[in-house]
């Protein structure tokens, strides 16, 4: 396993290679299924991506004392539904984008339906490496997060929302319930889990869960101020669409500067939250703070 002891770049590198190695297992040759879903399936989860969901998974498993490598399958199952819903989040009939992770999205590169098959065979993949986590009452408790954090009062009612705002004039906590669904839930999602196979105590899931919501507000308040001053080519697609389509964001109802302002309040919330942890949560309180300072 990577240490803490490693630069933090260095580090995540190394975690992020972990997810890959781990993701090609259960989606390598062995994979059943026609090619086309296979290709297709390859292609959108292996763009490159951040593997944040993934790594927040083996983190807080080692924060609570336990084996990253226990954590795997569920480390690469957040990940498929991640990637799953970027996949459906790009279609013409939600966000309609050209291109993901600096790549065109799934339906552009083969077309609506295989985009769609492919989304789909990702979410309920997601479910069967799942079961793989032992004990069995483990794996239980594994499928109702990560279920909860994915379905209509997680992430998918946030992407509802977001799609079909109130026609009412709405401020920041309005905006700040709908991404602590859309984004939050399955980044908190991601730790609780990690924190039920290390054997965490409640209080523990507790504080991973407030990490967790804070860090996934700071994240979305960080990509909307991207999405105004960023760099299309690190990025890896468009900018300033959310604004082109009347979208509300952090930027548009506090300002860019009072928006940056949130998102470094809410990464402190983040690493407070971690107190109880002492040194086991240094890569947890570094990853805060790269949630608010990458450039992509």
Known sequence: MPTSAEPFSQSLAAWRELVDRSLEHYVGAN???PDRLTEA????LFAGGKRLRPILVLLSCEACGGLADAAIPAACAVE???TYSLIHDDLPAMDDDEYRRGQLTCHRKFNEATAILAGDALHTLAFEVLTELQPSATAIRCVRELAASAGPAGMVGGQMDDLHPPTTRVGVEWLSSLHSRKTGALLAASLRMGGIIGG?????LD?????GQAIGLAFQIADDVLDV?????RMGKGVQKDS??????????LGVEESRQKATEMVEQ???ALATFGKNASMLKSLARYVVERDR
């Not at 399936?41 to 959108?44: G, H, M, V």
């Not at 965490?200 to 523990?204: K, L």
């Not at 504080?207 to 990490?211: G, V």
């Open 207 to 211: 504080s991973l869960l407030t990490y």
């Open 270 to 272: 983040a690493i407070e």
């Open 229 to 233: 001053e960023g760099d299309p080519k």
């Open 244 to 253: 082109a389509a009347g979208k509300l964001t952090y930027p548009h109802l």
């Open 41 to 44: 399936i390859r292609y959108s």
């Open 200 to 204: 965490g105590t409640d209080a523990q």
């Open 31 to 33: 994979l059943a299924g």
């Open 80 to 82: 498929m539904v991640h």
